[in-house]
């Protein structure tokens, strides 16, 4: 049973570009949520997806946003990178419901912005 | 000042040492609290759970809870070097808000 996979695992790109990352989440699972953690840093909130629409979003600018695809993939965009954006961007699977049922990370998309 | 505070670390112990991992937090409204274990270039997996005080015990892991204190600790028994990794401590609440709140982390070393 596959768990939760995230496309592409590296990244760089350069600052004012665009980038698109990937979830497939766990089978069986419905609910994405995307963190990202930065150098030494616990992961931080962005956004959580549930029957294609975001239903909580954490502290982070518009320039983040996502989608949820019917078969419950999910992307992560960001516009006009800066290069504090460099991070880990974790995505993050579960069953409908609050985060203490579980969830699966992947291993998530290192960015970097050069 | 944050939600959940963690000590950074670097913590190093030989091989067979009691570990402990120490989290504050501040939110009140916290009501579930999670220990997840997090190996290089992987992403964080879930160790332990609980919604109570008092404490929890799963193996050579044990979690405690304080919430009069707002404190929350994991101890490690018989310490491996297979549990060399960063060791996150996440809070949330069970209505309305889906997020996890996580602690810095604290980087672990077992030393054989």
């Known amino acids: 049973d596959a768990g939760v996979t995230q496309s592409p695992t590296h990244l760089i790109k350069t600052r004012g570009q665009q980038v698109t990352l990937r979830c497939s989440p766990k089978?069986?699972?419905?609910?994405v949520s995307w963190y990202q953690q930065a150098l030494g840093q616990g992961p931080q909130f962005i956004f959580q997806y549930y029957e294609e629409e975001e239903r909580q979003r954490g502290n982070f600018p518009d320039r983040f946003s996502g989608h949820q695809f019917p078969n419950y993939s999910s992307e992560l965009n960001v516009n006009a990178l800066l290069l504090g954006d460099s991070a880990l961007y974790l995505c993050?699977?579960?069953?409908?419901?609050?985060?203490?049922?579980?969830?699966?990370f992947g291993s998530g998309t290192r960015l970097t912005v050069v | 000042q944050k939600e959940v505070e963690q000590d950074p670390g670097p913590l190093s112990v030989p091989e067979g040492a009691i570990v402990s991992l120490n989290c504050t937090y501040s939110n009140s409204a916290f009501q579930y609290f999670m220990w997840y274990r997090q190996y290089s270039r992987k992403g964080p997996e879930l160790l332990m759970y609980?919604?109570?005080?008092g404490n929890k015990e799963d193996g050579r892991f044990t979690a405690q809870v304080d919430k009069s204190s707002k404190y929350i600790s994991l101890f490690i028994r018989d310490s491996q070097p297979s549990d060399s990794a960063t060791y996150l401590c996440a809070m949330g609440i069970i209505q309305g808000a889906q997020k996890l709140v996580f602690g810095q982390g604290t980087r672990l070393t077992i030393n054989p």
């Open positions: 089978s069986g699972h419905d609910t």
């Open positions: 609980t919604y109570s005080s």
């Open positions: 993050a699977s579960s069953l409908e419901g609050p985060a203490v049922y579980g969830y699966t």
